[in-house]
């Protein structure tokens, strides 16, 4: 077997043993050494959902460069995976600080594949929106809006709507997640 093969079996072995046992957190994507051969990017073989276990696992232990390579492996698998979207949104605006253009090319995809996706997604989306209010395009803030209208009919997202209700600033965003409570006040002060 030639020595490409064999260091590319220990990566894999390697890198989904390392992923099963949620210990990957000093991998960095820039680096990886095996045998004194720099592995620079993920296996393009397994399925998407490892990609996205990895990229979830990437994205809470804040590792933008492995979060941002599993999504995009795995929306070139799985170009319908609204959640490989998302991540690439959240981990591209995270490691540069900001939105950017591909941060708000990745969110449009997303919300064009699944325009009302699982409510704990949804929240996803309200609360990033939130962080960077200001700076979303007119489509996305829409979009938002309609999504929090959305959550007002699902009762278990009440202490959600609660907590956006009370602690939003004031406009568009505060005032939509309020109007899905009946009998919950707030004054705004515009």
């Known amino acids: 077997m030639p020595l490409s093969h064999v260091l590319l079996t220990l990566f894999l072995i390697c890198a989904a043993a390392l992923s099963a046992r949620g210990a990957y957190g000093h991998f960095r994507l820039q680096t990886l050494t095996i045998e004194g051969v ?36 795995e929306t070139r698998i799985d170009s319908d995976a609204y959640g490989a979207w998302q991540r690439l949104a959240y981990g591209e605006a995270q490691q540069a600080g900001t939105l950017t253009r591909e941060s708000l090319k990745a969110l449009l995809t997303a919300y064009e594949i699944a325009p009302f996706p699982p409510p704990t997604d949804i929240v996803w989306r309200v609360e990033f929106a939130a962080q960077y209010w200001a700076a979303m395009p007119d489509i996305i803030q829409e979009k938002t809006l309609s999504q929090i209208d959305v959550l007002g009919r699902i009762r278990e997202t009440w202490p959600t709507r609660v907590r956006w209700c009370e602690t939003f600033p004031d406009g568009a965003l505060a005032q939509a997640a309020c109007e899905t409570l009946p009998d919950h006040n707030r004054v705004f002060t515009e």
């Open 38 to 73: 720099e592995i620079t990017s993920l296996p393009q073989d397994q399925a998407p959902q490892w990609y996205a276990r990895l990229g979830r696992k990437a994205a809470k232990d804040s590792n933008w460069p492995l979060t941002l390579a599993a999504a995009q492996v």
